[in-house]
């Protein structure tokens, strides 16, 4: 969201202080000219316009007015850059034997800055009063701990502290050795203690700003992290240390590096997403569950006592468990919520049989996907002790939950799927799970839709 923000604001500063600048020259000119197009066949006028365009291209660079990303700055950097303009626009004219011969005097000159100031102003207080409204609107502080205290990890708690619309609220620093008088009270404790720290207190990011000549602590608190569903994020001491794809976020003048891309992470990528889950899922509910749903739920109640439907928990988003449904495909027994199918599996129906091997017993998660706890593609929702006992033998386990659950995934579309035998099953799983997070676009969500569809017609021999 805060992103989102970011890139809005750079977009709409020059957009518009252009648009008002030139609007400005155009209206004063039409002020001592008859004739509201006069101007554009004015080739003298013409060049004045481009010379006062390049003018404001010079004194905002000057300045770096489209640099800043903190609202708090805006009045100044502009104030600075609008009176650059005016002093650069007068010297220009002092040396112009005769400013006559481009159609403008003294008065337009001056009624042309005088207008575009007075525009310029009340602009820039109009977009950050409508900002500031619109962040009463905007998700709650991400609580965050840095981790390292040098003065990089300084700087970055104070560009935290002094600049709110960045989103975070800082809990505290971990560092080996005690911090400066002045900040002891941020001293949270040794850095091998910030991961139980951020679990008891529900942390959401961990800033790394380690050296990297301590990866070897690094690169442990980054399998941490992803075992307990922290996202992590890097700040390098020194830019010339940086090796691979880090995904760089905007700190006010500071740079963050998550370690993975996320694409769901963007607010119109989820909206994108949740859109097509909404719509998808309708679509099937009504033309297809309405009549299938009492074909099914007849044959399952023919066969075996019990109800249709099988209600059972599992893990979703961020950890967060809900009940998934599904056409119940086995006979009631004790096991079912802690024993994955096996081939063969005496307790599956014989219509079970058939639902599990064509993925009807998946239908009823449209629902899920309605409500929202689930989306059309994602990775397969696990049963809570599965996601106990794995998250404890696989580093990136955890790392899956940070997206929506799927009916059907990648994974699922590559052969990773139904009963897993061995760690390395699952580890398998988990690594396609994580590439679909970090490589998510909607045409893929199409894609893995169609493959699951023909799998579903002509029979997926990891279905049983």
């Known amino acids: 969201m805060e992103q989102t923000r970011t890139n809005l604001i750079r977009s709409l500063n020059p957009l518009v202080d252009y648009l008002l600048l030139n609007f400005s020259l155009i209206i004063v000119y039409n002020l001592f000219h008859t004739g509201y197009l006069n101007w ?8 004045v316009i481009l010379i006062f365009n390049l003018v404001w291209l010079l004194a905002t660079n000057i300045i770096r007015l489209y640099s800043i990303t903190a609202f708090g700055y805006i009045y100044k950097k502009s104030f600075k850059a609008y009176f650059l303009y005016v002093f650069l626009v007068s010297y220009i004219v002092m040396y112009l034997n005769n400013i006559a011969s481009y159609n403008t005097n003294s008065q337009y000159l001056l009624a042309s800055m005088c207008l575009y100031g007075v525009l310029l102003g009340l602009w820039k207080i109009s977009l950050v009063k409508t900002v500031a409204h619109l962040n009463v609107f905007r998700q709650p ?11 990089t990890g300084i700087e970055l708690y104070n560009r935290f502290k002094n600049d709110s619309s960045l989103g975070y609220q800082i809990l505290g620093i971990f560092h080996d050795s005690p911090l400066e008088e002045t900040l002891k009270e941020l001293h949270l404790g040794h850095i091998a203690d910030c991961i139980n720290f ?6 959401a990011e961990i800033f790394c700003t380690l050296p990297f000549s301590q990866k070897h602590i690094i690169e442990k608190l980054i399998k941490e992290s992803d075992k307990n569903m922290i996202r992590f994020k890097l700040v390098p001491e020194h830019y010339a240390f940086l090796q691979g ?11 963050a590096y998550a370690i993975r891309v996320e694409p769901l992470e963007n607010l119109v990528n989820r909206l994108v997403k949740r859109v097509f889950d909404i719509a998808f899922s309708l679509f099937v509910i009504i033309f297809i569950l309405s009549w299938l749903y009492p074909i099914i739920y007849l044959l ?11 209600v059972q928990p599992r893990s979703g988003r961020d950890n967060v468990p809900f009940n998934c449904y599904k056409f119940r495909s086995m006979r009631i ?11 063969g ?4 129906t014989k219509i079970g049989a058939f639902l599990r091997k064509s993925s009807l017993d998946e239908m009823p998660q449209f629902f899920n996907v309605l409500i929202g706890n689930m989306s059309v593609v994602g990775p397969r929702p696990h049963m809570l002790n599965h996601t106990e006992q794995y998250s ?3 580093d990136q386990f955890m790392v899956r939950h940070f997206i929506k659950p799927g009916i059907t995934g990648w994974a699922q579309i590559n052969g990773h799927r139904g009963e897993t035998k061995l760690v390395e099953d699952m580890k398998a799983r988990v690594e396609a799970d994580v590439w679909y997070m970090e490589n998510w676009r909607f045409n893929l969500d199409i894609k893995i839709i169609f493959s699951t569809f023909l799998k579903t017609i002509g029979g997926d021999k990891y279905a049983y």
């Open 40 to 47: 554009a066949g004015d080739k003298s006028y013409v060049h």
């Open 345 to 348: 599996d005496a307790r599956v």
């Open 333 to 343: 027994n004790n096991d079912a919520n802690s024993s994955q199918a096996t081939k």
């Open 392 to 394: 404890n033998l696989i």
């Open 300 to 310: 399952i109640k023919l066969e075996s006592e019990g109800a249709a439907i099988f």
């Open 198 to 203: 951020s679990r008891k207190n529900s942390v």
């Open 245 to 255: 794809t880090l995904l760089e976020q905007s700190l006010n003048r500071t740079n």
């Open 141 to 151: 502080l991400r609580t965050a701990i840095i981790v390292g205290g040098s003065r």
